[in-house]
């Protein structure tokens, strides 16, 4: 069973800058999740969906990030535009169904520096 | 304070010591998760608990619901085991509400 695909792995910008992140989960789950991990913390929600709709996105700094999963499958996460803070490395999870109640699988996440 | 704590958050042990990792919230939940992060950033859960205990391996889970703790263990550590560990709890009566801990950064030395 393939995991949880992430792309690009690495990514440098400049502050003010736009930048895009890219998920695929795996085959048959309906949530995706996406996090931000900033170095030396635990992981921080951002936004969870099932399916193509939007279950939380209380801690999604919205004048800034947005994110879709259009047909329910693959999702995009972007920043636009960037700030320093925004250093971080971006993570995509997905499970069956909802992860209060089931394993979630992690992909390995993209490493965003902000310049 | 932390809704979820860990402890300690920097261990450093030798190859075949017994590991402990401690896990404290104060919130009630529904489940509570234990998950390694390896250096590069993959994540793997490890353990789901809402109560008892688990065993997979040389690993082992415990709550006590109760005290609102849980623990890991790892018995003859091995370098492999060198990683962050998480725990993470699904808030009770929430939307799946899904609250972090910081981690703690394990190395153990050959």
């Known amino acids: 069973e393939a995991g949880v695909a992430q792309s690009p792995r690495y990514k440098i910008i400049e502050k003010r800058q736009s930048v895009a992140f890219w998920c695929n989960p795996i085959s048959g789950h309906a949530t995706l999740y996406w996090y931000q991990q900033i170095l030396g913390q635990g992981p921080k929600l951002l936004i969870q969906?099932?399916?193509?709709?939007?279950?939380?996105d209380s801690q999604l700094p919205k004048d800034r990030f947005s994110a879709e999963r259009l047909k329910g499958v693959d999702s995009t996460l972007k920043i636009q535009p960037a700030k320093l803070e925004d250093s971080a490395v971006y993570l995509c999870?997905?499970?069956?169904?909802?992860?209060?109640?089931?394993?979630?699988?992690f992909g390995p996440g993209t490493r965003l520096l902000v310049l | 304070k932390n809704e979820v704590e860990q402890s300690p958050q920097n261990l450093t042990a030798q190859e075949g010591e017994f590991i402990t990792i401690n896990c404290s919230y104060s919130?009630?939940?529904?489940?509570l998760h234990w998950l390694q992060q390896h250096p590069g950033g993959g994540i793997v859960s490890l353990f789901m608990l809402s109560s008892g205990k688990k065993k997979h391996g040389r690993l082992i889970a415990t709550i006590n619901i109760q005290e609102k703790h849980s623990s890991l263990h790892i018995t003859a550590s091995h370098p492999r085991d060198s990683a962050v560990y998480i725990c993470a709890v699904t808030v009770a009566d929430s939307n799946y509400q899904l609250i972090w801990g910081a981690g703690t950064k394990l190395i153990i030395k050959p």
């Open positions: 969906f099932q399916n193509n709709g939007v279950v939380d």
């Open positions: 999870a997905s499970s069956l169904g909802n992860w209060g109640r089931e394993t979630q699988y």
């Open positions: 919130v009630g939940i529904s489940a």
